[in-house]
């Protein structure tokens, strides 16, 4: 790009180089703006005569450009693309919905530097009308050769971002405990319900049992009927793993263990199975508080009715301690 002072009169179609303001100190024209005959009229209005401005060369494109082209080939899913002044363009949840990044692909993607993007946390929840990542390109224009650098990544590896939708979410819910479920159910409801409504969710389905493997696997598998997007179990007893009660039920379903303990404090005895692609969690602790733990990290993934793997569990501990 190359920048120089010229005639106001025969600036249009020029980007200004910095922010125009009014004798009074109101801002007139914002930089990055391209100058339009309007444009020249106003400032000839205002007593300017000249001007600093910067044109595209050969092999350059405008910022405003950049930053529609990334954003329109970074993500999928329930959000629209909003353009803001300064060479940025932000994406903004349409719905209630889960936001998935490819971590290792953006960091690719602002290591380049001819744009750079931030998005909300991986797997965080958000609701329609919250921005979920802002694009912001370098000043006035990129070079087109790392733009299509850039663009070539995305197609080869993309979606950078997913705003996965969680439409009329549905939880099932089984209170256990060794003497009775009612008391699980007591101790628990009031806690469980903080937590769903977080989520805009509530327990569609609602058992409780006796603490025993053949109980709960009876309690599961009805659960299962109804196809929730998640099955929790809110235990008054912290397993030692998957081999105690709760673990062997879930196997007893027709469950499988996808992963015991999470990188998460508080929330580390997570266990996480799955039976049909419906998830079941025990977290025995995460029931008793409100405050964030373990469950409240993978709820919104699962509510999308996404398949959280036991790596992506695993991969919770950075930035896992909570409390």
Request: net charge positive; glycine share 8%; aromatic share 2%.
């Given at each position: 790009m190359r920048a120089q002072t010229v005639d106001v009169k025969s600036s249009t179609g020029r980007i200004l180089c910095c922010t125009v303001f009014r004798a009074g100190g109101k801002k007139l024209l914002a930089k990055g703006h391209v100058i339009s005959d309007e444009d020249v009229r106003i400032l000839e209005s205002e007593g300017l005569q000249k001007i600093w401005v910067t044109e595209l060369e050969e092999g350059e494109i405008a910022e405003d450009d950049a930053v529609c082209s990334v954003s329109s080939e970074m993500g999928c899913g329930s959000f629209e693309i909003r353009l803001a002044a300064g060479g940025r363009a932000n994406l903004v949840a349409t719905e209630p919905c889960c936001v998935l990044v490819d971590d290792e692909l953006l960091k690719q993607i602002n290591y380049a530097g001819s744009v750079v993007i931030a998005t909300a946390s991986n797997f965080s929840y958000a609701v329609a009308g919250q921005r979920i990542a802002t694009i912001k390109s370098a000043p006035f224009a990129v070079s087109?050769?790392?733009?299509?650098?850039?663009?070539?990544?995305?197609?080869?590896?993309?979606?950078?971002?997913?705003?996965?939708?969680?439409?009329?979410?549905?939880?099932?819910?089984?209170?256990?405990?060794s003497a009775s479920g009612e008391r699980a159910r007591q101790l628990f409801e009031n806690i469980m319900r903080q937590r769903l409504e977080r989520f805009a969710a509530n327990g569609s389905f609602v058992l409780s049992c006796t603490e025993d493997e053949n109980s709960v696997a009876r309690c599961l598998l009805h659960l299962m009927r109804s196809r929730p997007s998640v099955i929790l179990v809110a235990s008054t007893t912290a397993p030692a793993g998957p081999e105690d009660t709760i673990g062997r039920a879930m196997l007893r379903a027709g469950a499988q263990v996808e992963r015991f303990l999470a990188p998460v404090e508080p929330g580390n005895l997570l266990l996480l199975a799955y039976k049909d692609e419906i998830p079941m969690i025990s977290a025995p602790g995460c029931f008793r508080s409100a405050k964030l733990n373990a469950v409240d990290l993978i709820m919104p993934p699962l509510l999308a009715r996404y398949h959280v793997t036991g790596w992506e569990v695993a991969c919770l501990g950075h930035g896992g301690l909570l409390a």
């Open positions: 087109r050769e790392g733009l299509d650098a850039i663009m070539a990544l995305i197609k080869e590896r993309g979606p950078i971002l997913q705003a996965r939708p969680i439409r009329t979410p549905s939880v099932g819910i089984l209170y256990a405990d």
